[in-house]
């Protein structure tokens, strides 16, 4: 949505007809000569979206709605090394050619970019990754987890009633233990956890080449305490575009760069390339140390942890879970859920996320 808008300089080519001139009375002038202007045709705009992988992003969405009935669905896949879009696709949809038979919202808003939401444990890839780079924790380390944390006189509980027990840093995340987290942001304080948050590009919109981009939403660092900075750490009290998302984890991910995200690839005009878009680098947020430590803890969750539905034998899967409660009216809404899953293969050598 809204790629032809933007590129349409490139995309409208230029009109052509003869030009006769006439007297009042449409007889020609002599002595002022005609000529004729050719149409130009425009230039063709090429996509980085791959049509397979779009096809099936289509087709789970279609699938997951039979099963769910979710109220809506974002899918995002990106190459983490380039945050090159291969695939976007999400619910409700529309049929372009009759757009006007659907609600405004719906054919005006391009969820994937749009849309904020709390993220819930994948933000964790975040604190995990902020934390490792600030060498807060080890993931040889052991924790004891019991099921809660006291932070400021508010009890903060685990997902899990009665916690996970001793474990190690690394089973922190294998089993997205809250109070786990939790630690590791209260180690980091605020200003460290939060110029991570903004450095991975929460709370900021991407650049990314499409129309209607948000900014998501932060708490203001200068009016949080520990108990906001404690829900932070582990997804809950920010908001979120699922595009930062996926872009912030590619930078976990990639040895440690953050790219601007983009879905124009090239556009060419009579065979010649007139603009090629290619990656584009904003910052490095960690070293490439900390990523292969990011990429082992990612793949062992897939494996051994809360991911392992998506561990498929043969292939080196990692990814993390989410899921967030709904905030209403100030308050968080009971039984209603964003259920969501960031997956990353094959960890040795990131090509999708």
Not at 72 to 86: G, Q, Y
Not at 194 to 201: A, P, R, S
Not at 266 to 272: L, M, R, S
Request: glycine content about 10%; charged content about 20%; aromatic content about 10%.
């Amino acid at each position: 949505t809204g790629i032809e808008y933007i590129y349409d300089s490139y995309l409208k080519g230029s009109y052509g007809g003869l030009q006769i001139y006439t007297d009042a009375h449409g007889n020609t002038i002599d002595d002022l000569s005609s000529y004729y202007k050719p149409a130009l045709s425009g230039a063709d705009v090429y996509l980085t979206i791959d049509l397979e992988i779009q096809l099936i992003l289509e087709r789970l969405l279609d699938n997951a709605f039979v099963k769910y009935n979710y109220d809506e669905a974002i899918m995002i896949a990106v190459n983490p090394k380039t945050s090159e879009i291969l695939g976007m696709a999400s619910r409700p949809t529309f049929n372009p050619e009759k757009y006007l038979d659907y609600p405004e919202e719906v054919y005006n808003r391009n969820l994937p970019i749009w849309k904020c939401y709390e993220p819930g444990s994948v933000q964790k890839i975040i604190t995990y990754a902020a934390g490792l780079e600030e060498k807060v924790f080890k993931i040889d380390e052991i924790y004891h987890d019991p099921g809660y944390l006291i932070i400021d006189g508010t009890k903060i509980r685990d997902w899990k009633v009665g916690g996970h027990g001793t474990e190690t840093y690394l089973q922190v995340i294998q089993n997205s233990c809250n109070p786990g987290f939790m630690t590791i942001g209260l180690r980091l304080g605020k200003e460290r956890l939060f110029k991570y948050i903004h450095d991975f590009g929460l709370g900021q919109k991407t650049g990314i080449d499409l129309l209607g981009e948000s900014t998501g939403i932060l708490f203001d660092e200068n009016k949080i305490g520990n108990v906001e900075l404690a829900t932070s750490s582990f997804g809950q009290g920010n908001a979120v575009t699922a595009i930062q998302l996926v872009n912030a984890a590619s930078a976990a991910v990639n040895g440690g760069v953050l790219h601007q995200p983009y879905i124009l690839d090239k556009i060419v005009k009579n065979d010649e390339i007139i603009l090629n878009k290619g990656p584009k680098i904003l910052r490095r947020v960690i070293s490439e140390e900390t990523s292969k430590t990011v990429c082992y803890a990612l793949e062992s969750v897939a494996s051994l942890g809360t991911a392992r539905g998506a561990y498929i034998d043969g292939y080196r899967v990692g990814g993390k879970t989410g899921t967030a409660q709904i905030a209403e009216n100030g308050g968080y809404v009971d039984g209603k859920y964003i259920l969501s899953f960031m997956g990353i293969a094959p960890m040795n050598d990131p090509q999708i996320a």
